[in-house]
Nanobody, 119 residues
Framework: QVQLVESGGGLVQAGGSLRLSCEAA????????LGWFRQAPGKEREFVAS????????SYADSVKGRFTISRDNAKNTVYLQMNSLKPEDTAVYYCAAKRALSVRYEYWGQGTQVTVSS
């Protein structure tokens, strides 16, 4: 089992920045990918970014490329999402998720953290 706890959400004006953190606990040696997803009111949850735990290779949704950066600190079992140039449409609950090597889907999810961007 892997437990994930997000932090760092809040209220920010458009154009501002926030950094989200996700600390993993439990069987962290089984993590293959860590990802960030978000869900806005009335919308489906969508992929934001992911990072391969060992190599650090990253992937981003087109909507956040050039504005968001995902990174990790293996020693702290923590993944970060640096969000710059925030837009009102980035407003959502942001979730951290983890996937094991043989999984086709993200199996472990955090409780989510609210990000609100005011115009």
């Amino acid at each position: 089992q892997v437990q994930l706890v997000e932090s760092g959400g809040g209220l920010v004006q458009a154009g501002g920045s926030l950094r989200l953190s996700c600390e993993a606990a439990g069987r962290t040696d089984s993590i293959y990918y860590l990802g960030w997803f978000r869900q806005a009111p009335g919308k489906e949850r969508e992929f934001v970014a992911s990072i391969r735990w060992n190599s650090g290779s990253t992937s981003y949704a087109d909507s956040v490329k050039g504005r968001f950066t995902i990174s990790r600190d293996n020693a702290k079992n923590t993944v970060y999402l640096q969000m710059n140039s925030l837009k009102p449409e980035d407003t959502a609950v942001y979730y951290c998720a983890a996937k094991r090597a043989l999984s086709v889907r993200y199996e472990y999810w955090g409780q989510g953290t609210q990000v609100t961007v005011s115009s």
